[in-house]
């Protein structure tokens, strides 16, 4: 029972890292390994569940995991153990819904993305319509400022005229950078599992939470990609114009608005100069994180 007791006890630390991890002070100061943080820890989790409970109704083996399914395989031909009671084949039969929850609502939350997201790009095709002022962008006449991209394999960074009339030269080219940020990092693959585990579990503060947090610090790393290019004044300023704005990001896209304050943080954000004190915290997380993940891996071949 070791590898329950291991898994048991990782799935435990798991649920206890989120807390800090949520109210971590030096995320903001390195958004994309937060991002990495985040993503092993749900993946972790996920492993841990799934391994916990091939773990239990495959305890009768002793073995670990990979060879003692492939026994209880051949033994479904030829008859298993006796210590395989009802209980345990019930453990084997929770795993496997786990093994097709996941791949199914990660699937069933992209599919749904993509629809929107087709909606878009034809509505834009109708709509929109190429400027100067925005190169590589479509401008849409509309007067409420707006700025976002319809990511994909061939993205779309959307503009209003309200955005071009709202912002000079310089804090457009700050925002279109921003929006390049989010197209050229995929950063709306990173968000599929976070919302998967939003629709898994709809009722869960945490789940709610860490979702937002994981989009807000995208945000973030979008953020520091614009500002390598751009001045800092230039993007601050043109956030408080859309933080006035009033606008919210069409479903399916990534962009600017002001949902849970997001734009005030990142404006605080950018404003304060980076403080190195709190990078090794980084990789202290980054480390620990990974060495919980390290344990359900490992027992899937090992022995606990």
């Known amino acids: 029972m070791s590898a329950v007791a291991h898994l048991a006890v990782t799935l435990v630390l798991c649920l206890l890292w989120v807390p800090p991890l949520l109210g971590a002070r030096w995320a903001s100061q ?18 841990c569940v799934v391994g916990l409970l091939a773990a239990l109704g495959l305890a009768p083996y002793d ?20 210590e395989m009671t009802v209980a ?23 599919v749904g993305v993509l629809r929107v997201r087709r909606r878009q790009r034809d509505l834009l095709a109708l709509l929109g319509r190429t400027d100067p002022a925005a190169p590589g962008a479509v401008v849409v006449d ?20 309200g955005t071009l009339a709202m912002l000079d030269r310089g804090q457009l080219a700050a925002v279109l950078g921003h929006e390049r940020a989010h197209a050229r990092e995929r950063h709306d ?18 789940a709610k939470e860490i979702s937002a947090t994981v989009a807000l610090l995208l945000e973030m790393r979008a953020d520091d990609r614009a500002c390598r290019a751009h001045t800092r004044g230039c993007l601050q300023a043109a956030l408080r114009r859309f933080r006035d704005g009033g606008f919210t990001t069409p479903a399916g896209a990534l962009g600017i608005d002001d949902d849970h304050g997001d734009i005030t943080a990142r404006l605080d954000r950018i404003a304060q100069p980076r403080r190195r004190q709190l990078l090794p915290a980084r990789w202290i997380a980054l480390t620990a994180t990974t060495a919980l993940a390290s344990t359900p891996i490992s027992l899937f071949v090992w022995p606990g």
């Open 30 to 47: 390195s958004p994309g390994a937060a991002v990495v943080a985040w993503q092993l820890l749900l993946g972790t989790g996920v492993l």
């Open 189 to 206: 693959l990173v968000l599929v599992p976070f919302t998967a585990l939003r629709r898994v579990l709809p009722n869960s503060r945490y």
């Open 142 to 161: 509309h007067p409420v400022p707006m700025a976002y991209c319809v990511p994909g394999l061939r993205p779309r960074i959307v503009v209003s005229s």
């Open 63 to 82: 073995r670990p995991m990979l060879p003692a399914l492939g026994e209880f395989t051949e033994d479904l031909g030829t008859g298993l153990p006796p």
């Open 88 to 110: 345990r084949l019930c453990w084997l039969v929770a795993a496997v819904v786990m093994v097709v929850l996941v791949p199914v609502t990660v699937v069933a939350s992209t």
